[in-house]
């Protein structure tokens, strides 16, 4: 079964080649267990399933409408 996986705290100039060669010999599970937490360039990795986005509402705003 694929999954996706989510990886967080990424260094900015980390490469889409870095991650293939990095996960590229690992299943999710195992990816999971290596990569979690493992400082590159001095960030610490976040890497779990990743969950499915929420929806957001269109509600809220930031106050700019005006009440009469």
Known sequence: MEAK???GN???DTSED???EMFSQA???KAISL???KSINDRA???NIARPRE???NRGGG???RRY
Request: hydrophobic share 35%; glycine share 8%; proline share 4%.
């Open 5 to 7: 996986l989510y990886v």
């Open 10 to 12: 990424m260094p900015y």
């Open 18 to 20: 870095q991650l293939r």
């Open 27 to 29: 299943e999710a599970e």
């Open 35 to 37: 990569f979690n937490e």
């Open 45 to 47: 990795l976040t890497v």
């Open 55 to 57: 929806e957001r509402s």
């Open 63 to 65: 106050g700019y409408g």
